[in-house]
């Protein structure tokens, strides 16, 4: 099946500073979303994107899916210590094949903020 | 309104029980999906509708059973399950294939 390959595994940050990760794979996605997933809870959309080159933001987040359809990133910007929590990629794989309405999900970032 | 209500929202069954677990949407979306999830790894998808028809099933086994009996409502038939079944379950829906989909806060599921 398809596999989103997420990166880093995990961060430790100060308050303040600037986050990055991001996610590849080896074949090309039609949509690209961006979650945050805290303790006992469900994934929550923070970001959409379905163009290739498209850059979007959501307060402090910027997202890009990549122009090769293959990743994507997120940024966050400032980082406060209500940003812990793991963050997942996730996609849905080009049209046509056995994997057409599979949203598949990268393997996600642990976030820690130190105040 | 994203809401994507799910219940109960903790759940623990013996192995020989039978349970269901609830999904609900308003949104007036035309796809659901069926994830497990374990601690600190991604969701892992079980199952998708689309338009109420069952189109991707990930090779789940046949203790665990989908139902979509309308288009706001998703159910899982959960029987004879093992203590490795143990998870988060979460439920999701989106407009339609290929658009965000939004998530339920899950049913913590523990079997004994």
């Known amino acids: 099946g398809q596999q989103l390959n997420q990166s880093p595994q995990s961060m430790f940050i100060q308050e303040g500073e600037d986050v990055s990760m991001n996610c590849t794979s080896s074949s090309i996605f039609n949509t690209w979303l961006w979650y945050k997933q805290e303790p006992g809870e469900g994934p929550v959309l923070l970001i959409a994107l379905y163009k290739a080159g498209e850059l979007t933001s959501n307060g402090r987040l910027t997202a890009q899916f990549g122009i090769t359809r293959k990743d994507s990133f997120l940024n966050i910007s400032a980082s406060i210590p209500s940003d812990v929590g793991i963050y997942f990629c996730a996609g849905f794989p080009n049209a046509g094949g056995t994997s057409y309405g599979k949203l598949t999900f990268g393997q996600g970032t642990i976030l820690t903020v130190h105040p | ?112």
């Open chain 2, 1 to 112: 309104d994203t809401e994507v209500t799910q219940t109960p929202k903790h759940l623990v069954m013996g192995m020989t029980n039978k349970k269901s677990l609830k999904c609900e949407q308003h949104m007036g979306h035309r796809a659901m999906y069926w994830y497990k999830q374990k601690a600190k790894k991604p969701p892992e998808l079980m199952f998708v509708y689309s338009y109420e028809k069952l189109s991707i099933n990930e090779s789940v086994p046949s203790r665990f059973s989908p139902e979509c009996p309308n288009s706001s409502l998703l159910n899982l038939h959960l029987h004879a399950l093992q203590p490795e079944d143990s998870a988060l379950y979460l439920c999701a829906s989106s407009q339609d294939i290929q658009f965000e989909a939004f998530f339920g806060q899950g049913t913590r599921l523990t079997v004994v």
